[in-house]
């Protein structure tokens, strides 16, 4: 049986598990939904989850509405190409960092900066968020200095569920006037080399454009910005 996937175009969490199913090469039946659509499909493809959540993964009986749970699952089913490691060491090392993506390092990116400026309130963003971001930024860069990928020199879950937030910050920022806000940030080579390289070899893997948004490939702002707002924090 096909494996079906509801999600929505431009959602952190969404990206993380499609690029993940990309990479494992794991077939699935589309499922797409804009922001107007959402509660009410969402409702109706599961309808025990009263918050409408994307993505959710449906294998015959089985539905799955937490994107790392969702890759969790598949890990199990689908072990080539591991994304969680393949040795204790590995596997405690990749869940440890996205530990450290959900609890340190998601709102100084995503709450902090992101979503203000898809709600059109950038002017609420003050010197003190800006520089909660630059610290999670700069962490990551030191921790890339010696590695090639969050968890090691492999592409991993961890890194999954942090490029989004990276993307999505960078994607905001270059949509605001920055003459009125310095984020400080750009150009990225400069500020965050190590970072940037990472970048460059996560969009490099054949499975990225696959899984890539379809709003940001339409240079469809207005809907990305509905979808920013509507994938909330707690989706994972």
């Excluded at 598990?17 to 009410?40: A, C, H, N, P, W």
Aim: proline share 6%; glycine share 4%.
């Amino acid at each position: 049986m096909t494996y079906k996937l509801l999600w929505m175009s431009g959602c952190p969490n969404v990206w993380c598990t499609m690029l993940g199913m990309k990479i494992k090469g794991i077939e699935y039946d589309s499922l797409r939904v804009d922001s107007e659509q959402l509660s009410l499909i969402a409702s109706k493809f599961h309808p025990m989850d009263p918050r409408s959540k994307v993505p959710t993964l449906q294998d015959g009986t089985t539905r799955i509405y937490e994107s790392i749970a969702i890759l969790v699952y598949l890990e199990i089913k689908h072990p080539e190409n591991p994304l969680f490691g393949v040795e204790p060491v590995q596997t405690a090392l990749v869940w440890q960092r996205i530990l450290e993506v959900i609890n340190n390092l998601r709102d100084p990116l995503f709450v902090g900066i992101t979503q203000p400026i898809y709600k059109s309130q950038s002017e609420s963003i003050k010197q003190a968020a800006i520089d909660k971001m630059h610290d999670a930024l700069f962490w990551v860069d030191q921790m890339l200095l010696d590695t090639q990928y969050l968890a090691g020199d492999f592409l991993s879950a961890a890194d999954l569920v942090f490029m989004p937030y990276v993307q999505s910050l960078l994607r905001a920022i270059k949509s605001t006037n920055r003459d009125q806000i310095n984020f400080g940030i750009f150009p990225l080579e400069k500020t965050y080399l190590n970072i940037a390289m990472w970048l460059k070899r996560i969009e490099e893997a054949p499975s990225y454009q696959d899984a890539y948004p379809p709003h940001w490939k339409n240079q469809n702002s207005h809907s990305l910005r509905k979808a920013i707002l509507r994938c909330k924090p707690s989706e994972f």
